[in-house]
T-cell receptor
Framework: GQQLNQSPQSMFIQEGEDVSMNCTSS?????WLWYKQDPGEGPVLLIA???AGELTSNGRLTAQFGITRKDSFLNISASIPSDVGIYFC?????????????WGLGTSLAVNP | DAGITQSPRHKVTETGTPVTLRCHQT?????MYWYRQDPGHGLRLIHY???????DKGEVSDGYSVSRSKTEDFLLTLESATSSQTSVYFC?????????????FGPGTRLTVL
């Protein structure tokens, strides 16, 4: 099945550092979503983006919908230990009745206190 | 809290036995999804439902069937479980108030097939 290219695959950073991850696609999307998954739990929606160029923040998290509609990035500022987890991007293809998301494989984030 | 539960949360079964996982929602979302999550593969869609008795296949549907007899419940059945179906299964819901793409996930079911 189709997948998004999500990078980096993993990151190990020091507490207080900023983090950046991104997703790219060869197809045009009309929605980009960013999720976080803690160990043993289901993914939780962090940020939803619906318009090319849109920049949205949620606390220390900021995400942008790329102008080309084929990419998105997520930034985390001043990381803390509870930011540890796997971050997934997901996109909705431009298609009339399509109700399925395309997923990235995730970025695993580790934070050293 | 999106009002979504999964049962059981953990199950160990033997190869060849039938298994049914249940997803229950209290939020009146139109769309419901079943995913499996395996290391290195991320989330893969098994089946989804776009209404009562309306379902469609995802990318890894072989060996799985689903049923949705009422809005609140979406059942995933493994007719004859195999070791390759050992995985963590997540249910997701979407579409309350209109479809936006946002999906909300349950806590997952960890299934082990021996």
């Amino acid at each position: 099945g189709q997948q998004l290219n999500q990078s980096p695959q993993s990151m190990f950073i020091q507490e207080g550092e900023d983090v950046s991850m991104n997703c790219t696609s060869s197809s045009i999307f009309n929605t980009w979503l960013w999720y976080k998954q803690d160990p043993g739990e289901g993914p939780v929606l962090l940020i939803a983006l619906y318009k090319a160029g849109e920049l949205t923040s949620n606390g220390r998290l900021t995400a942008q919908f790329g102008i080309t509609r084929k990419d998105s990035f997520l930034n985390i500022s001043a990381s803390i230990p509870s930011d540890v987890g796997i971050y997934f991007c997901a996109g909705q293809l431009v298609s009339g009745n399509n109700r399925k998301l395309i997923w990235g494989l995730g970025t695993s984030l580790a934070v050293n206190p | 809290d999106a009002g979504i539960t999964q049962s059981p949360r953990h199950k160990v079964t033997e190869t060849g036995t039938p298994v049914t996982l249940r997803c229950h929602q209290t939020e009146n979302h139109r769309y419901m999804y079943w995913y499996r999550q395996d290391p290195g593969h991320g989330l893969r869609l098994i089946h989804y439902s776009y209404g009562v008795k309306d379902t469609d296949k995802g990318e890894v549907s072989d060996g799985y069937s689903v049923s949705r007899s009422k809005t609140e419940d979406f059942l995933l059945t493994l007719e004859s479980a195999t070791s390759s179906q050992t995985s963590v299964y997540f249910c997701a819901i979407s579409g309350k108030g209109g479809y936006t793409g946002e999906q909300f996930f349950g806590p997952g079911t960890r299934l082990t097939v021996l």
